[in-house]
Structure formats: structure tokens, C-alpha cells
């Protein structure tokens, strides 16, 4: 059974929690607002893409114009919610927004799991009826980390229900296998989702969303090659790695890739300067501009260090601070952007106060100051404990900034480190510990200030790098293609 239309296109829905420019809390946003549209735009003559995610508290609907459609009932429990149908009439390809009392009174994500987890069941619940609403059967459901893993399973345990063979082919992207959901078979079962029966599945893992969904996935997908055979050992794996392992064929990575337009040294309009390659000296123009407003009377020969991201132990927030502090005695700057754990952000208040010579500590989220970071940053210290594929280090690269991080996950996959590669853009250390680190720190900081020659074609060698969407598209059009033809 084929829900393809009259047109011949195969129908996919991308589901998702959050994507810029609506919602956009972290790098699913960023890989929600820039992959659908690029796939839509090259293979319009093979597939029909739209893209449904809830209708946020405070969603940003600024160049917008979102239309209500329709209206649809999810029954669940004793109740019922009624769900209002949005579009954006104005995106590049259609992109849909359900509204209730559950799944708009808050932002994506909030501190209580309980309500998260209320808001995800039923908007992966209201899919089937949104998907007739809209008169859009789709042929492949493509969901992104716990929050819509429901829709996964809930798709096939209906469609075995029903005793036919399920249409539907699915493919469950992990941005961060960690934030596997809420285990509460309460609120489960009031939207009708029975724990997994699956044997093999960890038995704490059977009534949470990630890895229910993962049990019913016919493609699991991460966002590198490096963090998808990360994932299968007990290091990364969050103790579904031997579950894993049984299911390795369908485990793969295709990279992220990055908007090259938006991320354009040569075009950028928060640049105190824009500079391309052939210019490259006319970059220290935004580095002064930084040292003017943070440091003022600094030299220029002194290297700038920017952090720019979420303050979370997976980044690594600590083990920057204890390598800054390794490194006191040693002349550089460092602007940190970013919030997140308040212990993490007092710390940096803390040793920011100890050396405001030297460290500015900017708890705002600012996408403004994170361009002008890349462009007048000399390095980026990136000490994830785990990545699965990391953005900052591609926006920074395609600046002329270089990336010093751990290798693992996508950081690996992206930068190519100075000690063991013939033609290095980056400096790699293996474990993110405070030794490690700032010995690489120390080890970028020597090379920028005794080896301009070399900085600078390890700057251009990064910069020319193609971190671009249209080198993964291929591969995500050959996964749907894969998967669709299993399945006709
Ligand atoms: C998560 C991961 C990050 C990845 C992003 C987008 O935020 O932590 O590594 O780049 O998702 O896939």
C-alpha cells in the first residue's frame, strides 16, 4: 500500500521539535530550519517535503505569515484537546504548527518533565489525525530525537494493529542520545502508548520515548559518522549501546552541514568588516573592534579565545575554566558567550571577577555577538565530552577561526588535527580533562604567535572547507530513496 500522491512524488514529514527561525533553543533548530528546506529545493521532482512542530509559547513569527487551516480533536484519557492547525504561508516549503492549551502554554523545552512529556505524547499522537486533517499521507515519517520519537512507534504498533503491514518507513535522527525523555507509564498510557514489549531493550528503557521510538525505527540516524559508531560502545551508548549493536546495520551518520549564506565572512552585516580569503589581514579589523570594547590597549598579537555556545557539561564549560586557570600565567583573552547551568555561569562570574584583564564572562544569548565572535576570534575552544556533530566549530572554521577540541564525535569528523595530519585546520586533544586541553590551548597559542605562515594556511585550509548542506543532501536523498523502496 502507497500513499503516494497523483503526482508521483513520495510524501515525508519532517517532525520536529523546534527549528529556527520559529523556535530555536539549540542545534535541532538550526538543523530543522536549514535541512528540510535544502531538500525540498534540490529534489522537488522526487519527493513532497512539509514539516510539522507545535505551536510554541513566544514562537519568533517576525517575516512570517502564518495561516490557520483547520482545526482537528485528540481524544485521550477521558478528555479531549482540540488542535488548532497553523502554516506558514511564506516558507520554503510548507511548514505546519499545531496550537492547544498543551502544546502552546510553554517553550519547547522546560524544567518540568513532566509537562514536556505531556506536550510531546500528544502532539506525536495528534500526527495520524493532522496528517488526514491536512489530506497529507505520508510515505516516511522523519522524526528528530525524543520528542517526536512517539510518532515512530506509535506508526507501526497502529499500523500492527490493524493487522496490514505498515506504509509508513521511518527514520529517527539522534542529536543527543542522552535526553531520552521521561519514564511515566502514567502519562504514557493516558495518550495510549504501551511501554515496549521488546526483550532485547534494556528494561529501563522500555517506557521512554528515545529509545521506544529507536525499538520501531526502520533507519536510525545520527549527525556523524564518528558519533554513529560512538554510539555502540559502552562509552557513549547510555547503556543502550549492546541494544544497539544488534541493530547496527540500520545505524548511520550523515554530518550536518551549515547555512553557507547566513555564515558568510564575505557578506556577514554584523561585521565590523567583511574579508574573504584573499583578504584575510582585513579579518583584524573585527578581532580591534572586540579588543576595543572588552580589553581596550591589548595588542593584536595577543590570542583572542572565544567559547560561544550552551554552558553544559557536555560542552565542557568546566573544563575550559580549569584549563584557563592552568593557563594564567600566559598572555590571551577570552570572551565566553553563552548560558546555561547557573553553577556554570557563576563560575565563570567567579574567575572572570579574578582576571577581568583577561576574561569576559557574556551570559546572553546573542546571535549578533556569536558572528562577530567567529569573525574576530583567533580559536574556539570546544572541550565537549561528547559531540554528535557540534556547529560551532563549522561556523568558526568558515571565519578564519580555529577549532581546539576534543576529538570525538563530529568534532573529529570536522577538524583535522595539527599534530597528526599532513594539511591540519585545527588542534585536537583526546580527552576532555583540563590537562589535555590547555596543553592544546598552549599548543595553538605557540603556533599563532611563532608560526604566522602556518596559522595562516591552516586559517584559509579551514575556511575552504565545504561544510555546506548540499554535501550531505545527496546522501539523505539516497537514505529516503532506500528506505521508500523497501517499503512500496
Ligand atoms: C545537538 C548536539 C550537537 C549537534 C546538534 C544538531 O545539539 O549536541 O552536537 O550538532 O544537536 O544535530
Same mark, same amino acid.
Given at each position: 500500500?502507497?500513499?503516494?500522491?497523483?503526482?508521483?512524488?513520495?510524501?515525508?514529514?519532517?517532525? +520536529?521539535?523546534?527549528?529556527?527561525?520559529?523556535?530555536?533553543?539549540?542545534?535541532?533548530?538550526d538543523v530543522s530550519g536549514s535541512l528540510p528546506p535544502i531538500l525540498a529545493d534540490l529534489y522537488s521532482a522526487f519527493f513532497d517535503i512539509r514539516m510539522v512542530m507545535p505551536f510554541h509559547? =513566544? %514562537?519568533? +513569527?517576525? &517575516?512570517?505569515?502564518?495561516?490557520?487551516?483547520?482545526?482537528?480533536?485528540?481524544?485521550?484519557?477521558?478528555?479531549?484537546?482540540?488542535?488548532?492547525?497553523?502554516?506558514?504561508? =511564506?516558507?520554503?516549503?510548507?511548514?505546519?504548527?499545531?496550537?492547544?492549551?498543551?502544546?502552546?502554554?510553554?517553550?519547547?523545552?522546560?524544567?518540568?518533565?513532566?509537562?514536556?512529556?505531556?506536550?510531546?505524547?500528544?502532539?506525536?499522537?495528534?500526527?495520524?489525525?493532522?496528517?488526514?486533517?491536512?489530506?497529507?499521507?505520508?510515505?516516511?515519517?522523519?522524526?528528530?530525537?525524543?520528542?517526536?520519537?512517539?510518532?515512530?512507534?506509535?506508526?507501526?504498533?497502529?499500523?500492527?494493529?490493524?493487522?496490514?503491514?505498515?506504509?509508513?518507513?521511518?527514520? !529517527?535522527?539522534?542529536?543527543?542520545?542522552?535526553? %531520552?525523555?521521561?519514564?511515566?507509564?502514567?502519562?504514557?498510557?493516558?495518550? /495510549?502508548?504501551?511501554?515496549?514489549? &521488546?526483550?532485547?531493550?534494556?528494561?529501563?528503557?522500555?517506557?521512554?520515548?528515545?529509545?521506544?521510538?529507536?525499538?520501531?525505527?526502520?533507519?536510525?540516524?545520527?549527525?556523524?559518522? /564518528?558519533?554513529?559508531?560512538?554510539?555502540?560502545?559502552?562509552?557513549?551508548?547510555?547503556?543502550?549501546? +549492546?541494544?544497539?549493536?544488534?541493530?547496527?546495520?540500520?545505524?548511520? /551518520?550523515?554530518?550536518?552541514?551549515?547555512?553557507?549564506?547566513?555564515?558568510?565572512?564575505?557578506?556577514?552585516?554584523?561585521?565590523?568588516?567583511?574579508? #574573504?580569503?584573499?583578504?584575510?589581514?582585513?579579518?583584524?579589523?573585527?578581532?580591534?573592534?572586540?579588543?576595543?570594547?572588552?580589553?581596550?590597549?591589548?595588542?593584536?598579537?595577543?590570542?583572542?579565545?572565544?567559547?560561544?555556545?550552551?554552558?553544559?557539561?557536555?560542552?565542557?564549560?568546566?573544563?575550559l575554566l580549569d584549563s584557563l586557570n592552568m593557563l594564567l600565567d600566559q598572555d590571551w583573552r577570552c570572551i565566553i558567550l553563552g548560558t546555561g547551568d547557573p553553577a556554570l555561569e557563576k563560575?565563570?562570574?567567579?574567575?572572570?571577577?579574578?582576571?577581568?584583564?583577561?576574561?569576559?564572562?557574556?551570559?546572553?544569548?546573542?546571535?549578533?555577538?556569536?558572528?562577530?565572535?567567529?569573525?574576530?576570534?583567533?580559536?574556539?575552544? %570546544?572541550?565537549?565530552?561528547?559531540?554528535?556533530?557540534?556547529?560551532?566549530? %563549522?561556523?568558526?572554521?568558515?571565519?578564519?577561526?580555529?577549532?581546539?577540541?576534543?576529538? #570525538?564525535?563530529?568534532?573529529?569528523? +570536522?577538524?583535522?588535527?595539527?599534530?597528526? #595530519?599532513?594539511?591540519?585546520?585545527?588542534?585536537?586533544?583526546?580527552?576532555?580533562?583540563?590537562?589535555?586541553?590547555?596543553?592544546?590551548?598552549? !599548543?595553538?597559542?605557540?603556533?599563532?604567535?611563532?608560526?604566522? /605562515?602556518?596559522?595562516?594556511?591552516?586559517?584559509?585550509?579551514?575556511?575552504?572547507?565545504?561544510?555546506?548542506?548540499?554535501?550531505?543532501?545527496?546522501?539523505?536523498k539516497a537514505m529516503y530513496l532506500k528506505l521508500l523502496e523497501r517499503h512500496s
Open positions: 500500500m502507497s500513499f503516494t500522491g497523483d503526482n508521483g512524488l513520495k510524501k515525508i514529514l519532517y517532525l +520536529t521539535a523546534e527549528s529556527s527561525p520559529y523556535s530555536k533553543v539549540g542545534g535541532l533548530g509559547k =513566544n %514562537m519568533n +513569527t517576525s &517575516n512570517t505569515n502564518i495561516k490557520k487551516l483547520d482545526e482537528l480533536v485528540v481524544e485521550y484519557a477521558n478528555t479531549h484537546e482540540i488542535i488548532e492547525v497553523f502554516q506558514d504561508q =511564506n516558507a520554503a516549503l510548507p511548514v505546519y504548527f499545531l496550537k492547544s492549551p498543551s502544546l502552546s502554554s510553554t517553550p519547547p523545552y522546560t524544567d518540568n518533565l513532566q509537562v514536556d512529556l505531556i506536550k510531546y505524547c500528544l502532539f506525536s499522537k495528534a500526527i495520524h489525525s493532522f496528517c488526514d486533517t491536512i489530506n497529507f499521507l505520508p510515505d516516511l515519517y522523519h522524526a528528530n530525537d525524543w520528542h517526536t520519537a512517539l510518532a515512530v512507534y506509535q506508526t507501526k504498533t497502529i499500523a500492527f494493529k490493524k493487522n496490514r503491514k505498515s506504509p509508513f518507513s521511518t527514520i !529517527l535522527s539522534i542529536h543527543n542520545l542522552p535526553y %531520552m525523555g521521561n519514564a511515566n507509564r502514567k502519562i504514557l498510557r493516558k495518550f /495510549g502508548f504501551r511501554p515496549s514489549r &521488546n526483550l532485547s531493550l534494556p528494561k529501563w528503557a522500555r517506557d521512554l520515548p528515545l529509545p521506544m521510538g529507536i525499538s520501531r525505527a526502520d533507519q536510525i540516524l545520527t549527525v556523524s559518522n /564518528g558519533y554513529a559508531q560512538e554510539l555502540l560502545t559502552p562509552e557513549f551508548g547510555c547503556g543502550l549501546h +549492546t541494544y544497539l549493536q544488534k541493530k547496527a546495520t540500520k545505524v548511520a /551518520g550523515i554530518l550536518n552541514g551549515i547555512d553557507q549564506t547566513e555564515w558568510d565572512p564575505a557578506s556577514d552585516h554584523f561585521l565590523a568588516q567583511n574579508y #574573504t580569503i584573499d583578504n584575510l589581514d582585513q579579518r583584524m579589523v573585527n578581532k580591534k573592534a572586540l579588543f576595543d570594547k572588552y580589553f581596550p590597549g591589548t595588542s593584536n598579537k595577543t590570542p583572542l579565545l572565544i567559547w560561544v555556545g550552551r554552558l553544559t557539561g557536555q560542552k565542557g564549560a568546566d573544563v563560575a565563570i562570574r567567579t574567575l572572570a571577577n579574578k582576571v577581568p584583564e583577561k576574561i569576559v564572562g557574556l551570559a546572553e544569548f546573542s546571535n549578533e555577538l556569536a558572528h562577530k565572535l567567529y569573525a574576530g576570534g583567533d580559536m574556539i575552544i %570546544m572541550p565537549s565530552r561528547y559531540e554528535p556533530c557540534g556547529l560551532s566549530q %563549522m561556523f568558526a572554521m568558515r571565519y578564519g577561526c580555529l577549532a581546539v577540541a576534543t576529538a #570525538t564525535g563530529g568534532l573529529k569528523d +570536522t577538524i583535522k588535527d595539527y599534530s597528526s #595530519t599532513e594539511n591540519p585546520d585545527g588542534f585536537l586533544f583526546t580527552a576532555a580533562k583540563a590537562n589535555d586541553c590547555s596543553k592544546s590551548i598552549a !599548543l595553538a597559542m605557540h603556533v599563532y604567535q611563532d608560526n604566522p /605562515g602556518k596559522w595562516r594556511q591552516m586559517q584559509i585550509d579551514a575556511m575552504r572547507k565545504d561544510f555546506s548542506w548540499h554535501r550531505s543532501a545527496e546522501r539523505y
